[in-house]
């Protein structure tokens, strides 16, 4: 039976875990981060928020991303790097023995950041739109902003306009704590690590698809809304 196999016990691991830790961190997105409108202001409770602004749908799409694209991606990748950067036996020298190890641990993170990352965040903002769409389209799931547009035309647009700007973000982030994590940590303190530091970057993540424009028109709407507040809040001290 190929589940049986250590590789593929590997990844099944790896794909619950993240399915569990998407979950998690749009739940968590959600309850924290909640946009008020005028149907649904902020929640001031857990019951009231789950009965209110939740979006099941929502949690199922980062549910399913963790299942089908992060786990497996993400373990495969740590596996290419482990292959690319081997741990060598040191020999007699006069270097400090700390950084053979740290030298390591910083090509890893930069090969990772730079090879593994972006291709993962093209999967991710694909997957979850593809979802979203099916969801809006089959299951009566709530409409994106871009409702109007088709699915290709989505994709590119989502792409286009996300991507960059989370590669952006992780680069404030994702270096320097893989540096110190490939460091540090060796087995389960080093998962223990990267979920607990995941959990967080998750959800941001749910939180910038669900609340940042859609697309280069709805950047342009956005710009221009807040330049014309700008000039009447001028207008008005004037």
Known sequence: ????????????KSSLTACALFTASDVVAQRVVTVPNSEHPAPYSTREFFRTT??????????LTGLLVNGPWFMAGFAAMDKLYPVR?????????????????????LTFHTIVNPPYLVMFVSFTTAVEY????????PLPPDHNTELVDRLQSRVGTKVVPMIIAGTF????????NFWLFNGTA??????????????????YLATHPHS???????????????????????
Do not use: C
């Not at 099916?134 to 799931?141: E, F, H, I, K, M």
């Not at 080093?190 to 939180?207: C, E, F, H, Q």
């Open 54 to 63: 939740y979006d099941p749908h929502r949690t199922v799409r980062m549910a």
């Open 173 to 180: 982030l994702w270096p320097w704590f893989n540096t110190l």
């Open 216 to 238: 280069e028109e709805e950047v342009e709407e956005v710009f221009e809304e807040d330049v014309g507040q700008m000039v009447m809040v001028e207008a008005a001290e004037l």
């Open 1 to 12: 039976m190929v589940l049986r196999s250590p590789t593929a016990q590997k990844f099944l």
């Open 89 to 109: 036996h040191a020999i007699s020298t006069t270097a400090p023995a700390w950084r053979a190890p740290l030298m390591r641990a910083i090509k890893k993170a």
């Open 134 to 141: 099916l969801q809006s389209t089959r299951y009566g799931a």
């Open 190 to 207: 080093r998962v223990i690590a990267m979920n607990t530091v995941g959990l967080g970057w998750n959800a941001y993540l749910s939180w």
